[in-house]
Nanobody, 124 residues
Framework: QVQLVESGGGLVQAGASLRLSCAAS????????IGWFRQAPGKEREFVAA????????FYSDSVKGRSTISRDNVKNTVYLQMNSLKPEDTAVYYC?????????????????WGQGTQVTVSA
């Protein structure tokens, strides 16, 4: 079973950049699609970005497309989310998860093994 630990969040001003990391333990990490999701207070968990196990494909939500890049290093067992031009509406707890069920790679119901999350707060 893959276990995930997120890091890299923080308090930044609008327009700044952050790089989130999702470090995994487990020998089969490279076999899984990994997704980043976020959850703001009082809201449901929403899709941010996902990357195919072989890095052959990436997916982004409309809200971050053009401002974010997801990548992975299967040797380091880590997935990264580079976020630029951050906006106050990006404020949320960011989680990474493993796609455990077939289906759309942007549906949180298909993901599991969530990490504990990392807080991103963007001030205006």
């Amino acid at each position: 079973q893959v276990q995930l630990v997120e890091s890299g969040g923080g308090l930044v001003q609008a327009g700044a950049s952050l790089r989130l990391s999702c470090a995994a333990s487990g020998r089969t990490f490279s076999s899984y699609n990994i997704g980043w999701f976020r959850q703001a207070p009082g809201k449901e968990r929403e899709f941010v970005a996902a990357i195919i196990w072989s890095s052959s494909g990436t997916f982004y939500s409309d809200s971050v497309k053009g401002r974010s890049t997801i990548s992975r290093d299967n040797v380091k067992n880590t997935v990264y989310l580079q976020m630029n031009s951050l906006k106050p509406e990006d404020t949320a707890v960011y989680y990474c998860g493993v796609q455990l069920y077939s289906g759309r790679p942007y549906d949180a119901k298909n993901f599991g093994s969530w990490g504990q999350g990392t807080q991103v707060t963007v001030s205006a």
